[in-house]
């Protein structure tokens, strides 16, 4: 587990003193002849920052800032580069128009707030200090039109999977993102993989309830061939397993394909499951072979169903994003980057498509492609009109908040809509029950794994089998009192103080910022959130049972593991929020998107979020960075051979 990481950064007065040395001797009359734009003096400002408060401590001289501290709990690999960069810039120009820095704006938003706060302090002219613009490296100037083998629109996982990919198959790659960062949704996620592996599940018990769970899907009634074949192969693994005499958690891409398509309701396409489950694994190798390391055990995540979910050993999922940059870096002569730079059409010449007209900082971008486009724009999340018009399985979403970043607002569909390709699921918007009251990101959410937490409402209650789906849970979860519930949970998912969630937050400081309550007993916990302490007690006492096996669970859970038995427990307030929209462009098996005839559109791929078709109505917890990677290898691939 890594920890928490609080830096702090010193930057020593060096600057200030180089300054005195380079000065010419004799220059004291121009000085004064320089408006004074602070009282000098230190002064202290604060902001919050992607996770948590961030401090700034600013020595300013009449003219300039000589001395910047920063003291954060931001995570690694978002936070630190980006203090590192940005408060040099700040420093060394005396800024507040610096540039944010890519793949850690809410780090560096963060901190030029904090700053600010400090020199308004200083009686500085805030408002002037913003407009002294300082550029960054990837500012695009003017006009321009560039050429490349392959030109991908959109910067997060499936993206920068399918430069990367292309690349890997000879194909020179321009890569445009419309924020100022790569990683998109990606980068924010818990960053949960799913995939059968032999070797990481191989240290699991399997227990009875998950025995009947595979038994199930093997006896439910089929008319799908391509399904019935599942269903086939899965019995034959199933014999195999149970001649073997193995008490190990049995696990297949087979069972992963029917989990995948029953959980989203038989909508999903089989061909398209079929390719996603079969090549989750060799996905891994791939990123394991660019550097990429993943912690030595699996987990269910929320609505995974199953023990299949890979962690990252980075946090979040800063480690895709990093281990996608580092390939581009090294190869940066072939793969180029642009970032700040909006897609808002396709370049068509005789039904092909060509190339991407978009928007630079300062100007006009546009794209020719040799051989193929790679549309991978993400979804709609955060787009509440759009949500609106497409919204069937949920009361008005309007109101409800999201965990998805600013940029993910459908962008490539309504692009793909305007040549009249073919779209499918939009209805389907998946819901997470885990959204912070506040702000409606999954940070903060105290649950380690599926096994281990009950989920009560403000009466303290159970009301929904907290393994189940994540549109089950959600949709149980807005039937209570306003829609909110706490998670609870014990010793066994935070051993100490210092153990951190899926967002590297600590449970200490989560229970310090008042974001989590902890206490020795259930009655005492009960008391501090509010609810019924005798209605908690049975709720954990009846969970518990069904733990032992002593009496079956009210609501028909089937995972466990540890009881909640062990001080001190703990409650983490959650509702819901919008968090992954299933719908999207159709494709083929080689990523290829299709017109409303079915017909491929020449030179046009699409991979990850923006696509519709495999999830059905509901996406499995940990099926979207699997499936981002897979297809947006595939994607990279198929337009760089131009398939
Ligand atoms: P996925 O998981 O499918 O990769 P992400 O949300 O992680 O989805 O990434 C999608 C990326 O595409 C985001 O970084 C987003 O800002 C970017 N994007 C969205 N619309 C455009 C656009 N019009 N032009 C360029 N980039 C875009």
């Not at 613009?133 to 050429?147: L, Q």
């Not at 005492?524 to 007690?537: F, H, M, R, S, T």
Request: aromatic fraction near 6%; proline fraction near 3%; charged fraction near 20%.
């Amino acid at each position: 587990m890594k920890k928490l990481i609080s830096i702090l950064l010193i930057l020593s007065m060096v600057l200030g003193m180089a300054g005195c040395s380079n000065e010419p001797a004799g220059n004291t009359e121009e000085e004064a002849q320089v408006e004074a734009m602070f009282t000098p003096g230190t002064y202290e400002g604060e902001a919050e920052g992607f996770h948590g408060t961030i401090k700034a401590t600013v020595t300013v001289s009449e003219t300039e800032i000589t001395d910047l501290q920063v003291v954060h709990t931001e995570t690694e690999g978002l936070g630190d580069k980006a203090i590192e960069s940005i408060v040099i810039d700040i420093k060394e120009n005396t800024s507040l128009g610096v540039p944010v820095v890519s793949g850690a704006t809410y780090s560096s938003e963060g901190i030029l707030k904090a700053v600010e706060a400090a020199l308004e302090k200083a009686g500085a002219d805030v408002q002037a200090l913003k407009e002294k613009t300082v550029a960054g490296d990837e500012e695009v100037k003017g006009d321009i039109e560039k050429t490349a083998d392959v030109v991908v629109i959109g910067g997060g996982g499936a993206g920068l999977a399918a430069a990367i990919s292309a690349h890997q198959n000879g194909a020179s790659v321009i890569l445009i993102e419309k924020m100022p960062r790569l990683g998109g949704n990606t980068i924010i996620s818990g960053s949960a993989y799913n995939s059968a592996d032999p070797e990481l599940q191989s240290g699991l018990e399997m227990t009875d309830l998950e025995k009947q769970t595979v038994e199930s899907y093997i006896s439910r009634e089929e008319s799908d061939p391509a399904v019935k074949e599942w269903q086939e192969t899965l019995a034959a693994e199933w014999e195999e397993y149970k001649a073997s005499g193995s008490t190990n958690l049995f696990d297949s891409p087979t069972l992963h394909k029917l989990q995948t398509y029953y959980g989203g309701d038989g909508k999903g396409s089989t061909e398209l499951i079929d390719i996603f489950a079969e090549n989750t694994l060799p996905s891994i190798k791939w990123l394991e072979d660019m550097g990429m390391e993943f912690k030595d055990y699996v987990f269910t995540v929320l609505g995974g169903l199953w023990n299949r979910a890979h962690k990252p050993e980075k946090p979040l999922g800063t480690g895709f994003v990093d281990t996608y940059t580092n390939y581009i870096e090294e190869n940066s002569s072939d793969i180029e980057v642009l970032l700040d730079t909006k897609a808002v059409s396709f370049i068509v010449e005789d039904g092909a498509v060509t190339g991407v007209n978009a928007e630079g900082k300062n100007g006009a971008v546009t794209l020719y492609a040799n051989n193929g486009v790679v549309l991978a724009t993400g979804g709609f999340g955060a787009n509440v009109e759009m949500r609106e018009q497409y919204n069937t399985l949920w009361p008005s979403l309007a109101n409800i908040k999201t965990t998805n970043h600013t940029g993910a607002t459908g962008d490539g569909i309504v692009m793909s809509q305007e040549i009249n390709a073919s779209i499918t699921g939009m209805e389907d918007i998946q819901l997470l029950p885990m959204g912070d009251p506040e702000t409606g990101s999954l940070s903060g959410n105290i649950e380690q794994g599926v096994q281990n937490r009950i989920f009560v409402n403000k009466d303290g209650n159970r009301f929904v089998d907290e393994g189940s789906r994540r549109d089950v849970m959600t949709k149980a979860l807005m039937e209570q009192t306003d829609s909110f519930m706490w998670v609870i949970v014990d010793k066994h998912s935070y051993p100490t103080g210092d153990t951190v969630n899926n967002f590297n937050e600590s449970i200490d400081g989560l229970v310090e910022a008042g974001r989590a309550f902890k206490a020795d007993s259930l009655e005492e916990l009960a008391k501090q959130i509010g609810v019924d302490p005798e209605n908690l007690v049975k709720a954990v006492n009846d969970f518990n049972a069904a733990v032992d096996g002593t009496m079956e669970d009210s609501f028909g859970r089937t995972l466990f593991a540890d009881k909640l038995d062990t001080a001190p427990f703990y409650a983490g307030a959650r509702v819901p929020t919008v968090h992954h929209t299933m719908g999207g462009v159709v494709i083929t098996e080689n990523a290829q998107m299709v017109d409303g005839n079915g017909v491929v559109i020449k030179g046009l791929y699409a991979a990850g979020e923006v696509t519709g078709g495999i999830h059905g109505t509901n996406r499995l917890g940990g099926n979207a960075l699997a499936e981002i990677t897979v297809f947006g290898r595939i994607a990279g691939e198929s337009a760089a051979l131009g398939k």
